[in-house]
């Protein structure tokens, strides 16, 4: 099968497989511009490609959607843009064989306006980075989305596959590093980097952002190092993480901002107990 799939590819260009919703046929990594549902970017958006880039291009995102569409690009992390794409053409997990993998930088989702800004670690394999969209086609996003949901700030309970008709208000989705990394286990240099883009979505967010919410320590921490860099008011000495932990931060201009943490809605918590559906529906209840 393998072997068949790189003779065609040799032969024919790239191998292009039906996205599980639209049905139309896409390559991996996919182009950007090209059709996939709610793709932010087209073939003009620059391209990071080392850290200074990023800190520029995210410096200079005047908005909310071009700096989403300026993430969804980005190449300045070597070692994570061959583990994405690798996983997006010879490593795809057997049952999604069939489908196009997104291979990019996960895009921030939901209302660019919300008031509430979710913070995750980093893309999963075979998730966000098959899919297109934060949280989206794993056990973890299972979680999450149907939390939302009874909440009140997702549209529907599931999240399936970019372009399934799930709206968000309220709240946009985030992450400390946009790529898939290896064992889920950025690097600290490509956590560094990547906070370029994270400093610009707090910063864009700050004039009508109310609270935070972190999903495991990595980004509890990401977010409170964003916000000194950006010079807002942190508590000193530094919160710990905890689950239900809470501390309030004030932006640049003053407004104060709460931070909630909650143990991530990874299976390693949800299957073991350590998170449970009341646990999580609480924090969230207090954004
Ligand atoms: S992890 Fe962040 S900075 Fe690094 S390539 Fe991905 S989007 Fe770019």
Known sequence: MVRTVQLSQVIHGPVLLPHPVTR???SSPVSPGTGWPGDPADATTPVATTAAAVRRLARTSASVEELTARVSVCRACPRLVAWREEVATTGRRASFADQPYWGRPGPSFGDPDAPVVIV???PAANGTNRT?????????????YAALHRTGYASRPTSVSAGDGLRLTGIRIVAAVRCAPPENKPLPVERETCGSWLDRDLTLSAPGLRSMLALGGIAWDATLASARRLGWAVPTPKPRFGHGVETTLATAAGRPVRLVASYHVSQQNTFTGKLTEPM???VIRRL
């Not at 297109?132 to 999450?144: C, H, N």
């Open 120 to 122: 995750g670690l980093a």
């Open 24 to 26: 139309q046929g896409f």
């Open 280 to 282: 999580l529906d609480a």
């Open 132 to 144: 297109g969209r934060m949280f989206t086609g794993d056990r973890s996003g299972d979680w999450l």
